[in-house]
């Protein structure tokens, strides 16, 4: 059973997707939706696989200015709590850990690394929440593939990486560091291990990132084939289409 940590933060305004309002016609406020939606559907994902579910957040005094919008103690994980909880089946059983370190690189290496030498777990995996795509029967198959290989990595556009599950460590620092799926397997492959992939998939941080969702969304339902069901009702909220090389609104706002 692999233990899968979705890193995230509190959804507030400014502090997720901030590359998005700038390269798309979403404001911060339905940024913040987007990625509320998107949190969902991975916790839901998680939650339905064979996976355990791990909500990996940043705490208040972790978090840049912009973000701390609340006071003091764990508002952070209130908030994210909140968040998830009319979208679960058994809210109640989540484990909420907080993050540790400076860099996404050293949050991802410092949870993967404790959960595999000091908990013992036979596997664990690394995702966030702008994986949308990042569906029950996908990591299952990872799941399957972390039997056979120490490291399994699922490709996202751009060098990313939207998934990095490990039965071993590697050396983590900067690890993350672009092209991530790169990096990451160079790590990998120079600790010893046998790295496999899953299938590409989309992270949704920027507009470009937007542009290819909102497209995906429509084929796969228009194909009848499974798809994110909080992140469709938000882009569907929106109003947003796209003509292949650029998004639109079906409203005035």
Known sequence: MTTIAV????????????ELPATSPLSAS????????????????????GGDLLVNYR??????????????GDDAKDEIKAAIAGSLSEPESVRFERQVGQTFSGRAGNTATHLLEREEAD?????????????????????????????????APGGRVYYAGFTE??????????????TVTDR????????????????????????DVVALLRARQRAGR?????????????????????LQRSDDR
């Open 7 to 18: 890193l995230c933060d509190p959804p507030r305004d400014d502090l997720v997707l901030p």
């Open 30 to 49: 339905e940024a913040t939706t987007l990625y509320t939606a998107m949190l969902k559907d991975v916790c839901v994902a998680v939650e339905a696989s």
């Open 59 to 72: 705490p208040e005094d972790a978090l840049p200015d912009h973000g701390s919008g609340a006071a003091d």
């Open 123 to 155: 596997s664990v995996a690394i995702t966030t929440p702008t994986a949308p795509f990042l569906f029950r029967q996908l990591i299952d198959t990872a799941a399957m593939k972390l039997r056979r290989s120490s490291v399994v990595l699922g490709p």
């Open 169 to 182: 460590t590697i050396d983590f620092a900067d690890a993350y560091d672009a092209p991530a799926l790169e």
């Open 188 to 211: 990998a492959i120079d600790a010893g291990n046998e790295v496999d992939f899953l299938d590409m998939n989309p992270l949704l941080e920027t507009g470009s990132d937007l542009l």
């Open 226 to 246: 499974i798809i994110p069901e909080h992140t469709t009702t938000a882009i569907e909220a929106f109003g947003l289409s796209t003509d292949g090389t650029d």
